[in-house]
């Protein structure tokens, strides 16, 4: 029988706070009612905001949450090849574009085409297509001449190769699975491969999720809409699609999701300054893990 594998994907991009630590306690909590695996991966293509310093950091604190995976974390940044080879396959089915646009040039194009310009599910505006036709002539001397590009998924082709409605099962916090239809085309033409990596996050989660074998993929609420375009990538690539569970967000005492930007308190503070693991399991909402001697609050 296959077991049940979920896995914790952080970004070293900031130290842990109380919604990391929701989500890993979450994973492991699920991980070892399913009796399953919990795997680690390190999610840092971003080499501008990932640094070993603060992966150190995550190991640390995940240890002293005492969350422990099995076998060897995965380290994004040491496959780009992995997903340069994924990317390629999207080239040669036709499914992606380079965009040589500027972040200026789809401000412009953006702010001329009104107030009303549609957003996607991150309130982002939505990509013009400002390159989604250029004559090819002119697309392979901008890539001969090494013009700075990244590639989109050009979703009209990509949807209209689907066979019908895409869809995920997502257990909802009462465990209840609930079919879920993908509304990928909310993301416009979504930039698949940045200028300075051959990936993004949407490219490189589908690909591990399948690598590592994941059935249960456990994340927060944010990432909601970002699964119809996983399922969309899924689908393309002729990859498996796991069961997905979104879950409520840890939020500051402003209603707002903690981010280390806005000041949120991070898990090594609440540490320093006297918090257990049993306080933070509290901090989050979970019930103390069995066997605890840590009092119920009052
Ligand atoms: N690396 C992402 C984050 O830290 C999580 C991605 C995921 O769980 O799919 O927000």
């Given at each position: 029988m296959n077991?049940?594998?979920?896995?914790f994907a952080?970004?070293?991009?900031?130290l842990?706070h109380?919604?990391?630590?929701?989500s890993?306690?979450?994973?492991?909590?699920m991980?070892?009612a399913?009796?399953?695996?919990?795997l680690?991966?390190?999610e840092?293509?971003?080499?501008?905001?990932?640094t070993?310093d603060?992966?150190q950091a995550?190991?640390?604190d995940?240890?002293w949450l005492g969350v422990r995976?099995?076998g060897?974390?995965r380290?994004?940044?040491q496959?780009?090849?992995?997903?340069a080879?994924?990317l390629?396959?999207l080239?040669a089915?036709?499914?992606?574009?380079p965009?040589f646009?500027?972040r200026?040039?789809?401000?412009?194009a953006?702010?001329?085409g009104?107030?009303?310009?549609?957003?996607?599910?991150?309130?982002?505006p939505?990509?013009?297509g400002t390159?989604?036709?250029?004559p090819?002539?002119?697309?392979s001397e901008?890539l001969?001449?090494?013009q700075p590009?990244v590639?989109r998924l050009?979703m009209k082709?990509a949807?209209a190769?689907?066979?019908?409605?895409?869809?995920w099962?997502?257990?909802?916090e009462?465990g209840a699975?609930?079919d879920?239809s993908?509304?990928p085309a909310?993301?416009g033409?979504p930039?698949?491969a940045?200028?300075?990596?051959?990936t993004s996050?949407?490219?490189?989660v589908?690909?591990?999720?399948a690598?590592?074998g994941?059935?249960?993929?456990?994340?927060?609420?944010?990432l909601y809409?970002?699964t119809s375009?996983?399922?969309?990538?899924q689908e393309l690539?002729?990859?498996?699609?796991?069961?997905?569970?979104?879950?409520r967000?840890?939020?500051g005492?402003?209603?707002?999701?903690?981010?280390k930007?806005?000041?949120s308190?991070s898990?090594?503070d609440l540490?320093?300054?006297?918090h257990?693991?049993?306080?933070?399991?509290?901090l989050v909402?979970?019930?103390?893990?069995r066997?605890s001697?840590?009092m119920?609050?009052?």
């Amino acid at each position: 029988m296959n077991l049940p594998v979920f896995r914790f994907a952080p970004s070293p991009n900031g130290l842990l706070h109380l919604g990391h630590a929701y989500s890993a306690l979450l994973n492991r909590d699920m991980t070892e009612a399913a009796g399953g695996r919990l795997l680690l991966r390190i999610e840092d293509i971003d080499p501008g905001r990932c640094t070993p310093d603060l992966e150190q950091a995550i190991l640390e604190d995940l240890h002293w949450l005492g969350v422990r995976w099995e076998g060897a974390v995965r380290r994004q940044s040491q496959h780009l090849p992995d997903y340069a080879r994924l990317l390629a396959r999207l080239q040669a089915g036709q499914l992606v574009y380079p965009c040589f646009c500027s972040r200026g040039d789809v401000r412009a194009a953006v702010a001329a085409g009104g107030p009303d310009w549609p957003r996607d599910p991150d309130g982002a505006p939505v990509y013009p297509g400002t390159c989604r036709n250029l004559p090819p002539a002119r697309v392979s001397e901008q890539l001969a001449s090494g013009q700075p590009h990244v590639w989109r998924l050009d979703m009209k082709v990509a949807v209209a190769g689907l066979g019908g409605t895409l869809r995920w099962s997502d257990a909802g916090e009462d465990g209840a699975i609930r079919d879920i239809s993908a509304d990928p085309a909310a993301w416009g033409d979504p930039v698949l491969a940045r200028r300075d990596v051959p990936t993004s996050y949407h490219l490189s989660v589908v690909h591990d999720d399948a690598l590592q074998g994941i059935t249960h993929v456990v994340r927060g609420r944010d990432l909601y809409f970002a699964t119809s375009l996983h399922r969309l990538l899924q689908e393309l690539l002729g990859l498996p699609a796991p069961v997905y569970r979104h879950h409520r967000l840890i939020l500051g005492e402003d209603g707002r999701k903690l981010a280390k930007s806005a000041g949120s308190a991070s898990l090594r503070d609440l540490r320093e300054t006297g918090h257990s693991p049993e306080d933070i399991r509290m901090l989050v909402g979970l019930s103390p893990p069995r066997g605890s001697t840590a009092m119920p609050p009052p």
